[in-house]
């Protein structure tokens, strides 16, 4: 299983990114995705989550009403629009996904992960 990350950069604050992960070789339309980021110093933290059929969806307050996770079951992927970035949103940001429909909580609870797109918002 591979997930592929793309769609990460440099900006300023304020601006917006959207990230794409490509899950095209991957079962994925049932299941489980989520997006994670890992700031340097700093623990992995999931950001969103999007459960199998796409109506249930999770963010940490952190990026509540600015980011907004969604999938695109006929391409194969799952997106991440970020508005409003900080600095703070800087991150290493992955792309996962689990082997169920329902979203279980915590990092232990994915079973692929992408290699991850870095942000920077400077």
């Known amino acids: 299983v591979q997930l592929v990350e793309s769609g990460g950069g440099l900006v300023q604050p304020g601006e917006s990114l959207r990230l794409s992960c490509d899950a095209s070789?991957?079962?994925?339309?049932?299941?489980?995705m989520g997006w994670f980021r890992q700031a340097p110093g700093s623990g992995r933290e999931k950001v969103a989550s999007i459960s199998g059929g796409g109506t249930v969806t999770h963010y940490v307050d952190s990026v509540k009403g600015r980011f907004t996770i969604s999938r695109d079951n006929s391409k194969g992927t799952v997106q991440l629009l970020m508005n409003d970035l900080t600095p703070e949103d800087t991150a290493m940001y992955y792309c996962?996904?689990?082997?169920?429909?329902?979203?279980?909580?915590?990092?232990?609870?994915?079973?692929?992960w992408g290699q991850g797109t870095q942000v920077t918002v400077s």
């Open positions: 070789g991957y079962t994925y339309s049932s299941n489980c």
């Open positions: 996962a996904a689990q082997d169920r429909s329902w979203c279980k909580a915590g990092p232990s609870s994915y079973d692929y």
